[in-house]
């Protein structure tokens, strides 16, 4: 049905109520008058004037008496006579006044609900350009809806599902780009691991060599022969850190108390940083049951942690976990009293070798791996300002529904 | 008004009243003793309110326009059954006349000119324009049923103060008040030509 046919419908259905109520009320309101004013009454009022003259006239001594009610029964009679002229007017303005009210009360409702149907057509028409939007892939769609009917539950469905696929973008996006760095490394790792064997093979032959020719040169070429084999060892490492990053394995997820792990986590590696303060802190009291590779989320933690010691330096600090439930998803806020993140890496602080140490104090390459852990669990890693000033990192989890109950 | 348009439409079948310049040079109007004989007005005049006539003149001739008017308030005495007039001059003055029944009411009424205006100077001719309305009560027998309805109306309202229906209807209550007002019943207009009283 369209706005002009509910229009004329509600029109029509105004006229006939009005319509109706003014019948019935012209009806009572004859009716009430009426019997005030009736023939009837009037034959008696002038009736009982008579009997009253007569009544005076035999009783001489109560004249006053009846003269008096006799006054009254004639300001009566004038009274009603007033009325019965006036019947038709009374009774106009009565259905005038009660027509008025009866109106106006349709007449809002009737705005009423016109303006609620055009409100709702413009919701309407905000709703399907919204989802024309998410179908075209935009994710910044904001529609606004307050109201929790069907059409306010719709749009803040179309919201979810654009930040929902706007994020899996994002996501994706980070993957390929992590995916690519990836290969380069094991490229390089794999470039680099035969020559640098050969090489740490061919420094002990040579130092052997020579050991066995110039006797007399030992500590010197045990000296330089140290040298060359740290070295070796340095890249060695460095390769090793190269193959880790591209080799990060698949998770094997295991239903686990997020809470108890943190406490554990913070127990068993407090000596690993004797200047630190490892804390923990819930939101809740309900357990934050969630599905993840430990051994995975300890390599995050350790990392986090050790970024926020090596921020806070030779200074005694605190790195504080805080857990909360938001929505469906679990929060692990790691928090540390250091200087915060540098503005100028903040944009890519997840992508492969940032890092805000100098040459050959770290790759920049934890932060990426604990980011993709995160992801292959269906989580995510992000930077937030912490509230003291230092670096807040946050660990979301997808939360573990509980297992349904079993009837014993 | 559905009355006053009848008794309108049927002002050509009520005898013309008669329109005189006094000797004194005021206009004067005599009605006519039919009128005192229609239904309406019979009803009217016993009913013990009183019917109040009002007469408005507009005189016009060589010496020019001159408006008018006067008014007749009649009111039956049930108790003593004597009709009590009031007539209200254009000078200001007022008269009570008192009549022992409706055939002295008739009398006085067909045989007495009701000075119109005040004496002025008019040309030989003088055309006039007579409306007479009739209205059913007076101001102060309006006044008094107003009050009446007041007090009837009002009865039902509790005096703590706590609601009742009839409180809920006050404004229907002042409505039906405000409503009693006095509308004529019946119209009269006639156009005559005036004649001139005889000099002694």
């Given amino acids: ?128 350009t919204a989802v024309a939007a998410l179908s075209r892939g935009e994710s910044e769609i904001v529609l606004g ?56 093979m061919d420094v002990e032959r040579f130092t052997a060599t020579v050991q066995q020719q110039l006797p007399g040169l030992t500590p010197e070429i045990d000296a330089a022969k140290t040298s060359l084999l740290e070295e070796l060892d340095r890249l060695r490492e460095f390769t090793r850190s190269f193959t880790s990053f591209a080799t990060i394995p698949k998770p094997r997820p295991r239903p ?29 009291h309900e357990p934050y049951a969630v599905s993840a590779d430990g051994e995975m989320l300890r390599q995050v933690l350790v990392n986090l942690t050790n970024n926020s010691a090596l921020a806070i330096g030779d200074r005694e600090g605190t790195v504080t976990f805080t857990l909360s439930h938001t929505g469906e998803l679990i929060t692990l806020d790691v928090t540390d009293t250091g200087p915060g993140i540098l503005p100028e890496i903040r944009n890519r602080l997840f992508e492969p070798y940032t890092t805000s140490r100098g040459i050959g104090e770290g790759m920049g390459l934890g932060l990426a791996i604990s980011k993709k852990i995160l992801l292959d669990h269906g989580g995510d890693l992000d930077s937030a300002d912490g509230d003291a000033g230092g670096a807040t990192f946050r660990l979301t989890l997808p939360a573990l529904a509980p297992a349904p109950e079993t009837a014993p | 008004m559905l009355l006053a348009l009848l008794a309108f439409g049927a002002g050509g079948s009520v005898p013309r009243p008669k329109a005189t310049v006094a000797r004194n040079g005021a206009l004067t109007v005599t009605l006519p003793a039919a009128l005192l004989q229609s239904r309406e007005i019979r009803q009217q005049l016993t009913s013990g309110l009183t019917t109040v006539f009002v007469l408005t003149v507009t005189a016009s001739g060589d010496g020019g326009t001159a408006k008018g008017g006067a008014r007749i308030d009649v009111r039956l005495d049930l108790w003593e059954e004597k009709y009590l007039v009031t007539v209200l001059e254009p000078t200001g003055q007022e008269r009570k006349l008192t009549f022992a029944g409706e055939a002295a009411l008739a009398k006085w009424w067909s045989e007495t000119p009701v000075p119109v205006t005040a004496p ?6 003088v055309d006039v324009e007579v409306k007479l309305k009739m209205l059913p009560f007076s101001s102060q027998e309006q006044s008094d049923t107003q009050r009446w309805l007041s007090r009837t109306l009002s009865r039902g309202r509790a005096p703590s103060g706590e609601f009742t229906p009839a409180q809920s209807a006050e404004i229907l209550r002042i409505i039906v008040e405000t409503s009693v007002r006095r509308r004529p019943l019946l119209e009269y207009h006639w156009s005559v030509r005036a004649i001139r009283e005889a000099a002694r």
């Fill in chain 1, 145 to 200: 809806e307050r109201r929790s009917d069907v059409i306010g539950r719709i749009a803040a469905a179309v919201e979810r599902s654009a930040r929902a696929a706007a994020q899996d973008r994002r996501r994706l996006r980070y993957l390929e780009h992590l995916s690519a760095w990836q290969e380069a490394a094991r490229r390089h790792a794999h470039e680099m691991r035969t020559p640098l064997t050969a090489a740490r």
């Fill in chain 2, 120 to 125: 002025r100077k008019y040309g030989q001719t």
């Fill in chain 1, 256 to 284: 686990m108390d997020l809470q108890r792990f943190v406490t554990e986590f913070c127990e068993t590696f407090a000596p690993a940083w004797p200047k630190l303060k490892l804390a923990v802190s819930h939101r809740s």
């Fill in chain 1, 1 to 128: 049905m369209n706005s002009r046919a509910a229009a004329a419908i509600l029109a029509l259905l105004s006229t006939l109520s009005l319509l109706a109520f003014a019948y019935m009320l012209r009806q009572l309101s004859f009716v009430s008058i009426g019997l005030a004013a009736h023939n009837e009454v009037e034959q008696q009022l002038r009736q009982s004037l008579d009997d009253q003259k007569k009544l005076a006239r035999l009783d001489p001594g109560a004249g006053p008496r009846y003269r008096e009610r006799f006054d009254s029964v004639v300001t009566l009679l004038g009274h009603l006579r007033v009325v019965e002229l006036n019947r038709r007017d009374v009774t106009r303005q009565v259905e005038q006044l009660l027509l008025g009210v009866v109106g106006l009360i349709l007449a809002c409702g009737s705005a009423l609900y016109l303006l609620e149907r055009r409100a709702r057509e413009q919701r309407l028409v905000r709703l399907e």
